[in-house]
Every structure is written in C-alpha cells, then in structure tokens.
C-alpha cells in the first residue's frame, strides 16, 4: 500500500487538493481534522488538566486555547505532547484498516508533514503550491485575516521552495483546480501499482 504525504503551506489549497484525491475513491486522513474531533473527545480532559479554564460545555475551546499557547513555545510543547500521540493512534487505526481492507493508496493530510519530520512516516510527499501572489490573496480573503497575521504565520512554517525541493510530487494550484484534478489523477496512476518507497 501507498502513503503518501500531503501538505503545503497556508492558503496554497491543500484542503481542496485533499477534495480531489477523495473524489477519486482514495481514503485520505486529515490531521486537522482529527485534531478538532480530538478536542470534543479525547483529548478534552488531558488539555483541560494542563491548560486549566480552556472548556467550554464539554469541549476545548480552540480561541482560548491559542491564546494561552500560541505565544508560549514551551506551552506549545505541552499541549504537543498531548495531543500528537492521540492524532498518531487515529492515524495508525485508518492505516490498518486500509490495509485490511486491500486499499492500493492512501493519503495523510499533514499541514506540517515536514516541519514535525513526519515525511519519514510516508512513502512519497505531494506538496501543494502556487504563487506567493496567489496564496496572499487567498489568505488576506479569510475573515479576521491581516497582512500582519499571515506574515506571522508563512514566518513559521517551512519556505514553499523548500518544501517544493524536497517533495516527490508538486501539486500547483495556482492555474486553476480543474488543472489540478489533472495533476492528481497522474499521481493517482503513477501510485497505484504495488507498495514500494519512491526514491529521491
């Protein structure tokens, strides 16, 4: 079976990249996601226990919770240490139940796959990418979103070039999302054979 990494920087379209693999019968697990049904479930009691006030009825408040952490590495590195073992326990349960059900390929949606060195757990990265003038705009278009905050935030994540070299496969969606259904149904072929690491 193939695993293959997803991940790109903010406002690069990856979420919808994510849309287009699943729309070609490939099971995709979303970090994220599994992040946000995490802090209505497991890992309510645990945070609530190391970021005491950050529930609301029963489930994490995330508004609060950035508030206490965001600007605290080591603060960040708690609640890291909480909530990364439970997204890998949800992670490996997709795993195994795509190999048992004889799944050819797989997708981890992983914002930060190579920032927390989560390539090594993956056959072969897709980064998704576009412009710097095209990820601006999308950005600046979320509601709450300044110049300022999206600086702050392409500052922390690894450059776009960067994540472009090391990637087996480039997904640019900055043409247009028709063009890049295109460019996932070549790597939807290209992966589909038997499981074996890609090198490079």
């Known amino acids: 079976m193939w695993i293959l990494g997803l991940t790109g920087s903010i406002g690069m379209g990856k979420s919808a990249t994510a849309g287009l693999f699943r729309a070609m019968g490939v099971p995709v697990h979303d970090a994220d996601a599994s992040v946000h049904a995490l802090y209505r479930g497991a890992a309510v009691e645990p945070?609530?226990?190391?970021?005491?006030g950050v529930t609301r009825d029963g489930a994490i408040d995330r508004a609060a919770l950035g508030a206490r952490v965001l600007a605290d590495p080591e603060a960040m590195k708690r609640l890291e240490t909480i909530v990364h073992p439970l997204v890998r326990a949800e992670e490996e349960a997709f795993l195994a139940k795509a190999r048992g059900a004889g799944v050819r390929l797989v997708v981890l949606d992983i914002p930060l796959l190579f920032e927390t060195g989560g390539a090594g757990r993956?056959?072969?990265?897709?980064?998704?990418?576009?412009?710097?003038?095209?990820?601006r705009a999308r950005v600046l278009e979320r509601a709450g979103m300044t110049e300022e905050k999206f600086e702050t935030i392409v500052a922390k994540q690894m450059p776009d070039a960067e994540k472009r070299r090391r990637a087996h496969f480039v997904i640019d969606t900055g043409r247009g999302f028709p063009a890049a259904a295109h460019q996932v149904?070549?790597?939807?072929?290209?992966?589909?054979?038997?499981?074996?690491?890609?090198?490079g």
Not at 122 to 135: E, H, L, N
Not at 194 to 199: D, E, I, L, M
């Open 47 to 52: 945070v609530e226990a190391a970021f005491p």
């Open 122 to 135: 993956v056959d072969a990265v897709a980064v998704v990418s576009a412009s710097k003038a095209v990820q």
């Open 185 to 199: 149904a070549g790597i939807v072929r290209a992966l589909s054979g038997p499981g074996r690491r890609v090198t």
